[in-house]
């Protein structure tokens, strides 16, 4: 079992998630967060510490975001480890709650 991140992490990246993963599996990129799902002990810390409301353990993912799955899985073989918190998206609080943000994402 692995946590995922989904859609509505990008353009915001609050980074909140990143200060309390044990085993810092959480990997950075331009304007969204992917966990790395081998690295993932499924310990739960990080879901409710997203303002977002963006991480979902893996059987909880939407249904219409089930290919963040992957997403994060590719991702975090390419994208470098974040382990501190940094300050958020400049547009961050106007950007929660959009939908469909994944034409958004920068690689
Ligand atoms: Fe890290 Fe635990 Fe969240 Fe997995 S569930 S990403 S181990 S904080
Ligand atoms: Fe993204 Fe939420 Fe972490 S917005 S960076 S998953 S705290």
């Known amino acids: 079992m692995t946590f ?3 859609d509505n992490c990008i353009k915001c990246k609050y980074t909140d998630c990143v200060e309390v993963c044990p085993v810092d599996c ?3 990129g331009p304007n969204f967060l992917v966990i790395h799902p081998d690295e993932c002990i499924d310990c739960a810390l990080c879901e409710p510490e997203c303002p977002a409301n963006a991480i979902y353990s893996e059987d909880e993912v939407p249904a219409d975001q089930q290919n963040f799955l992957e997403l994060n899985a590719e991702l975090s073989e390419v994208w470098p ?4 918190k940094k300050d958020a998206l400049p547009d961050a609080d106007d950007w929660d709650g959009v939908e469909g943000k ?3 994402l920068e690689r």
């Open 26 to 28: 959480f990997y950075e």
């Open 81 to 84: 480890n974040i382990t501190e």
């Open 4 to 6: 995922v991140v989904t």
């Open 102 to 104: 994944i034409e958004q």
